[in-house]
């Protein structure tokens, strides 16, 4: 568990002195500038500040060192359990959000990569920021999409990979003015005050640290550029790559949650054109085909669990058959143990 924290040239865990040494003004003021950047760990400069802040507001409660850095990302990634929960029972009752957690918890990629990496407490806020979307459009209160906005600004502080929520949201919206015209204008209102909230926060990290995220996402995108290409450089690449990061995704969730997640999505837009499964449909094909990513999305993509778990659960439950849930949560943890047995999963 803390083996991966030790490579201090590639992990925000090497920042962290930095960070503490120069104070968190300079640090986010100078962030993407060469006083700051070309100093920064290999992870950090292709992220924003938001990952070293939190080892460094961990270290400062706990001390700086591996074993409290470890256990606290664990058990700040727990968190997670809760959101998913609470969205699964929102959206098709107690006990498919039972069934979730079931299924959640032996997922492969999220076992074997959120005790070995940041993206476990990346995920926090952009599953957080689902839950309470389909709370806010489910009541006339606006305080819920004012903690959309919130959760999505802090995502978007820890990981770049939140953009996929904001276009989640964006995809939900336009399907719903073309097969639930009825709740479109709330749908509409609530995402506009997520909106306004998510661009406050950035206004008023500005205003009080001097922090650009447009410089410092500019700089990020260089340089994974520079490390990993563009995605599109020839056809063959483009094509290549964006195939493998849907197929590397899928395969890391497991191959029986996959293939009961596709059953899952094709039944509900079949029979009620569901959103919560139809947007993240269209979305995941967006992003997988959008060269943003160049491969590792099985581990990056980790908080797109409830959007997987979620229709799974909810069609294994609709079939009521206690042999086929065995089945698909024994294999699934079979394929964890041949992952953990046979690939490399430190990160």
């Known amino acids: 568990l803390l083996e991966p924290y030790t490579r201090l040239s590639l992990e925000y865990y090497g920042d962290v002195p930095l960070l503490d040494k120069v104070g968190l003004y300079h640090f986010l003021k ?7 950047f070309p100093k920064l760990s290999g992870h950090a400069q292709t992220h924003p500040p938001g990952s070293v802040i939190f080892l460094w507001a961990v270290s400062k409660i706990f001390g700086y060192n591996l074993i409290s850095t470890s256990l606290i990302s664990i058990l700040f990634t727990s968190i997670t359990i809760i959101p ?20 959640f918890l032996v ?5 074997m990569f959120t005790s ?8 926090v806020f952009p599953i957080l920021s689902v839950y309470l979307f389909f709370k806010s459009v489910s009541s006339p209160h606006k305080i819920s999409a004012i903690c959309v906005g919130l959760c999505l600004s802090l995502g978007m502080l820890m990981t770049y990979s939140t953009v996929f929520i904001g276009l989640y949201f964006i995809i939900l919206v336009i399907l719903s003015f073309i097969v639930d015209r009825q709740r479109f204008r709330h749908v509409m209102k609530m995402l506009s005050i997520s909106l306004i909230s998510f661009i406050a926060f950035y206004v008023l990290l500005f205003v009080f640290t001097n922090f650009n995220p447009f410089e410092a996402v500019w700089v990020s995108i260089k340089k994974d550029e520079a490390g990993m290409g563009t995605g599109y450089e020839t056809v063959g690449r483009y094509v290549s790559l964006s195939i493998a990061n849907l197929f590397s995704f ?7 949650l996959t ?11 079949q029979e009620s054109w569901d959103l919560f499964p139809f947007s993240y449909l269209v979305t ?10 160049t491969m590792e999305v099985e581990r990056i ?13 909810k069609y294994l439950h609709q079939r009521n058959n206690l042999s086929d849930l065995r089945w698909v949560i024994s294999l699934t943890v079979l394929q964890l143990l041949l992952f953990e047995v046979m690939l490399y999963t430190y990160w």
């Open 30 to 36: 100078n962030y993407a500038k060469p006083d700051i």
């Open 250 to 256: 899928l395969i890391g969730v497991g191959v029986p």
């Open 116 to 123: 070995t990496s940041m993206d476990g407490p990346f995920s």
């Open 301 to 313: 993509w980790i908080f797109m669990a409830p959007f997987i778990v979620i229709p799974a659960a």
């Open 284 to 293: 995941l094909i967006i992003i997988a085909f959008s060269t943003l990513y």
């Open 259 to 269: 293939v009961s997640w596709i059953y899952g999505t094709v039944k509900s837009i």
């Open 84 to 103: 998913i929960y609470l969205l699964a029972k929102k959206l098709y009752g107690e006990k498919v959000g039972r069934l979730s957690i079931v299924l």
């Open 107 to 111: 997922m492969p990629n999220f076992v």
